[in-house]
């Protein structure tokens, strides 16, 4: 049975903070804590796909890509662990917590992002650590007011100034 609500878009939000840490400095942190995490609910051979897929988007010509390309797989793992151990949504909350906190840089940072959600789709962006969902009536856990058209989010993050 697919997990809904609350513990899919953690599962979701788990997959982007872990993919978009791969190649970064912060993997290591992220890795370990998942690790353990998997290791605790008796999937021990996930510690060997964690290093394969950073390693793989370690060497990636286009990272973005990369991380793109093995993000199903670990949304997929989330929402299997989620859904045997319902248990671990605190801990996976504290790892994403954690990544976010990892992921803010000091000094003067400018990023531009841009997604467009149509029909009733549904789209999980990370920008700076956080992680935002866009789709059919929601907007970082808050309602959207209705709109006939593609919804459009222009991220903009500007520290130091």
């Known amino acids: ?29 992220i ?3 998942v690790g353990r995490l998997f290791n605790r609910a008796g999937r021990d051979e ?7 897929d950073a390693s793989l988007v370690s060497a990636a ?28 949504a605190a801990d996976l909350a504290e790892i994403i917590r954690a990544r976010a906190e990892s992921g ?9 992002q ?8 549904r789209a999980f962006v990370a920008q700076a650590g956080n ?3 866009y789709g059919e009536g929601t907007f970082s856990g808050s309602p959207l007011p209705p709109h ?3 919804r459009r989010h222009q991220g903009h993050q500007d520290d130091g100034e």
């Open 148 to 150: 006939s058209g593609p």
């Open 31 to 33: 890795r370990d804590a």
């Open 61 to 88: 010509a286009d990272q973005a890509e990369t991380r793109a390309a093995v993000q199903p797989f670990w949304r997929l793992a989330f929402l299997e662990l989620l859904s045997t151990d319902p248990d671990s």
């Open 1 to 29: 049975m697919p997990l809904e609500g609350e513990l899919a878009t953690l599962g979701e939000a788990a997959a982007v903070a872990l993919v978009t840490a791969m190649g970064t400095n912060g993997w290591t942190g």
């Open 104 to 112: 803010r840089t000091t000094g003067t940072t400018r990023m531009e």
């Open 46 to 52: 996930i510690g060997g796909r964690l290093d394969g």
């Open 114 to 121: 841009h997604t467009t959600v149509r029909d009733s789709g």
């Open 131 to 133: 992680v935002f969902v």
